[in-house]
C-alpha cells in the first residue's frame, strides 16, 4: 500500500513540473495590421504571444514577443484580446506587437 502511495505522489510530482511549461506564453497568429494608404509606408511585422495575464506579466509577453521580431526591430504592443481562435483557455489572452525598426537601425540603413 505505502508503495502504491509514494509511486502516485510521485506521478502526481511529476505530473505538477511538467504541467508549468504548459502555462509558458508561446507565438501565435498575430492580428492583422489595417492596409497601408496609398504614400504611406507599409506596415510591420507582427507577431502575437498567448500568454495568462494571470501568471505571466506583460513584461514577459513583450520579451518573448521580441524573441520573435527580426533583428534590429522593436517589439512595441498594438492590441491585446481574448479569442479563443488562436489562444487555448488556460493562456486566454493573445498581445500582439509590430516589429518596428530599432531606434539606431533607422538611420544606419542609408
Known amino acids: 500500500m505505502r508503495l502504491l502511495a509514494a509511486a502516485l505522489a510521485s506521478l ?23 492596409p497601408a494608404k496609398p504614400g504611406q509606408p ?15 506579466s506583460r513584461a514577459e509577453a513583450k520579451a518573448e514577443a521580441q524573441q520573435q521580431c527580426p533583428k534590429g526591430t522593436t517589439a512595441d504592443p498594438v492590441a491585446t484580446d481574448y479569442r479563443l481562435d488562436y489562444c487555448p483557455v488556460l493562456l486566454p489572452a493573445r498581445a500582439t506587437f509590430a516589429c518596428r525598426p530599432a531606434a539606431g537601425a533607422r538611420h544606419s540603413a542609408r
Not at 12 to 33: H, K, M, R
Not at 42 to 56: F, N, Q, S
Open 42 to 56: 507599409a506596415a510591420p511585422a507582427r507577431v502575437a504571444i498567448c500568454y495568462d495575464g494571470l501568471a505571466t
Open 12 to 34: 502526481a510530482t511529476l505530473a505538477c513540473v511538467a504541467g508549468c511549461s504548459a502555462l509558458d506564453p508561446f507565438p501565435t497568429l498575430p492580428q492583422p495590421a489595417k
